[in-house]
């Protein structure tokens, strides 16, 4: 098998409600709706990265600590939209704490020089909202 590249992703949902998550008051991702409930953005750029991120990780990175908290649902999944600049994750944190969503962690930039924020969807994938400058091509 040769893969050339992520087709697509996204979460499967139960109900309508994770639209606004996803598209208004949340990460504002456009989506059209070419079937009733299939909500798609097929012009959004894909993914630079794929990976099998360990949970303890994915803790770490996220709380600190490599245990995941009791009190937050376990992710099955992960995500990251990368903005134009470090700022720009920073204002993300700002916009989706205004809209009611629980940050799990607020801007920060990690040791490997990614800035990072987390937040988990209503299907419990864990987002990030991050600026990686070695995935933005220099002027």
């Known amino acids: 098998m040769d893969i050339s590249f992520v087709a697509g992703f996204g979460p499967i949902t139960r109900d309508a409600s994770a639209r606004s998550f996803w598209s208004e008051g949340g990460l504002g991702i456009e989506l059209q709706e070419p079937v ?11 993914v630079k990265a794929f990976a099998l991120w360990p949970l303890e990780a994915a803790a770490e990175s996220t709380f600190g600590t490599p ?61 990030g909202v991050t600026y990686t400058p070695w995935m933005h091509p220099t002027a």
């Open 36 to 46: 009733p409930g299939y909500l798609t953005n097929d012009d959004l750029e894909g």
């Open 67 to 127: 245990a995941w908290p009791d009190d937050v649902p376990v992710p099955q999944a992960w995500v990251e939209f990368d903005v134009p600049s470090p700022a720009a994750v920073a204002d993300a944190v700002a916009e989706l704490t205004a809209a009611g969503h629980t940050i799990l962690k607020g801007a920060a930039e990690e040791p490997w020089g990614q800035t990072t924020a987390r937040l988990q969807s209503p299907e419990g994938l864990l987002v």
